[in-house]
């Protein structure tokens, strides 16, 4: 059983980020993500996900979330709706439109924070074998657009300038390296630490 | 941090609920594949600014009502004036301190007075910019980019918002999306904005490619 104090802090981390996350999205640190989109895609939207991730160990505990096991087997339906929320907050109009649309970027905020939570969902009940499907498709998704970002002429979002997107860019591409080899290392570790219980 | 990934369940996991899996599975790709393709306008744009284009081609929006003043002082209505001329307008949006994207503009403009002038479409088509910087842009700040554009005024008009409290509307009405720069200077997206006769927003164009702009405008009685 976890004592108090850890319960605590348990639930205290997940909130601390989700906390810095949305508060991203008010006055005054708002201007941070208006004026710069590394602040909105490379900061905001990973804390949210992350968020969501490490929140994911409390809300599993509540009855209706255990229900939704036997709809996420393997991990199947998290890995497809969090893909999908990825993607969408990736294409320049949806950047663009949280921007100015205070509605929309609710929508981001609680939709990031439901793909982190899904992904650990899914994570912990998956094979790596299908763990590589989503990690090839989100990492390469996001590679190829950072890629894209940080070497078009052209300027993708109007809510900000190109210097700001080509920065973004390269970030993007470098979180999508860094996730990937976070994964690969995650897997082999867990693999053998498998592989010592059996022998 | 956590690990990312755990060994599988064991013992495997039973097939119980896999039915109720694929068809939340089938869901879930149906919503996204759903948000998407709305978002984009069935994955015609992928950037506000080809949303805007694609949305204003499909249903041309009428301009709102906007006084406007000349460079010589003169006010008007935006759209009256548009529709008193009998022209059709390309229009765009800048602030005549700009060194940056209004110049290349500038310079299209020029090029679209030219040949304005030489294919004699003088009473057909008309050239507009539209200062969005009313602050800093009075008549004495147009009339001394007029000059320095070198405007024909019969062809090539310039004006600026006789209010700065119109400066907001002005730019939702049209798309564009002003955001501050270093050294004060805006960044912004650039484009044609064919305005027809009645006052209407019927179609934005690419600025490198003024040719087919000026063809579109003369194509419309």
């Given amino acids: 059983m976890t004592t108090p104090v850890h319960a605590r802090r348990a639930i205290a981390w997940p909130l601390a980020i989700l906390a810095a996350g949305a508060a ?9 993500i208006e004026q710069s989109m590394a602040w909105h895609m490379l900061i905001q939207m990973p804390l949210l996900v992350l968020g969501g991730w490490l929140s994911m160990r409390c809300l599993a505990a509540l009855r209706p979330v255990g229900t939704l096991e036997r709809w996420n087997r393997y991990g199947l339906t998290g890995f497809i709706a969090a893909q999908a929320i990825l993607a969408f907050w990736m294409l320049p109009l949806s950047i663009d439109r949280a921007v100015v649309l205070p509605w929309f970027d609710l ?14 969902h899914s994570f912990e009940r998956s094979p790596a074998l299908i763990q590589v499907f989503f990690v090839g498709y989100a990492v390469s998704m996001m590679l190829s657009l950072g890629a894209y970002f940080a070497t078009t002429d052209l300027r993708l979002c109007n809510a900000y300038s190109l210097e700001s997107q080509m920065v973004s860019g390269q970030g993007l591409a470098i979180l999508a390296m860094l996730l990937g080899v976070l994964w690969l290392v995650g897997t082999i570790r867990a693999a053998q630490a498998s592989w010592r219980r059996f022998c | 941090m956590d690990r990312i990934s755990s060994p599988p369940p064991e013992p495997a996991p039973s097939t119980d609920g896999l039915a109720q899996t694929f068809a939340a599975s089938l869901v879930a790709l149906l919503l996204g594949l759903a948000a998407v393709f709305y978002a984009t306008d069935h994955g015609h744009a992928f950037t506000t600014e080809s949303l805007r284009r694609s949305e204003i081609s499909r249903q041309p929006a009428p301009i709102p009502k906007f006084q406007v003043v000349d460079a010589s002082g003169a006010r008007a209505d935006l759209r009256e004036w548009v529709s008193a001329s009998k022209r059709t307008w390309i229009v765009d949006f800048v602030y005549t301190r700009c060194q940056t994207v209004c110049s290349s503009l500038g310079s299209v403009y020029q090029q679209l007075q030219e040949q304005v002038r030489t294919r004699g479409l003088t009473k057909d088509v008309g050239l507009l910019t539209i200062s969005f910087d009313p602050a800093r842009d009075g008549p004495t700040a147009l009339a001394a980019y007029a000059r320095r554009m070198q405007m024909d005024l019969g062809i090539w008009t310039i004006v600026s918002l006789e209010s700065a409290g119109d400066r907001r509307r002005l730019l939702e009405a049209f798309g564009i999306m002003v955001i501050p720069a270093p050294l004060g200077e805006f960044e912004h997206n650039a484009a044609l904005h064919i305005v027809d006769r009645s006052g209407r927003l019927v179609r934005i164009m690419d600025y490198d490619a003024p040719a087919a702009a000026l063809d579109f405008a003369r194509s419309l009685k």
Wanted: hydrophobic letters at 55%.
């Fill in chain 1, 24 to 32: 991203l999205s008010i006055p005054p640190l708002r201007s941070l």
């Fill in chain 1, 107 to 120: 929508l981001k905020i609680a939709s990031l924070f439901a793909c982190g939570a899904m992904l650990r």
